[in-house]
């Protein structure tokens, strides 16, 4: 009699082919994930250092259109100003510790305004009589991480537009 036996299943070999192509697709996903979390990291961080740079030129220019005096000598660094309520203010970037500072000048009060400033300038256009400032234009430009971003304003300052 012969012994004609049906092979069903699967061999050992085809099992661990089986099991090492499971193993290598399983590698690359868990690879792309990875790098999909780490993108979503550094895209959030950048977000929030942008967002802060923003909301601080968002502070400086409408405190400088309705300034009186803006010192327009002041360095390129630093931007001093009188508000509309009479408060002495400097904005002032210190690329020592790359922060953006608000300096109330009557009590010498810091306030970090913005980190993560690489670079930052305040330029000002003085008036005729070069006793003030026309016009300032702000460029900032902030980092996290490997990204960089420029913002940049800029304000003429009503009261001097006569």
Known sequence: MKNNRCQTGFTIVELLFALAITGMLLAAVA????????????????????????????RMTSQLRTA?????NAPSNECSFFTAEGQDITYEYRSSDN?????????????VL???VISM??????????SDCK????????QSGEMQRTLSAAVVIRKNLM
């Open 121 to 130: 300038s305040f330029v000002k256009t003085a008036t005729d009589d070069g």
């Open 68 to 72: 009186c005096p803006v010192d327009p």
């Open 135 to 142: 016009s300032v234009q702000i460029s900032m430009t902030v």
């Open 114 to 116: 913005c980190d993560n």
């Open 99 to 111: 922060k953006l500072y608000l300096i109330t000048n009557s009590d010498d009060q810091e306030y």
């Open 31 to 58: 690879v792309a994930f990875n790098a999909s979390v780490i993108n979503y990291r550094e895209n959030e961080e950048i977000f929030k250092t942008i967002n802060n740079a923003r909301q601080a030129l968002l």
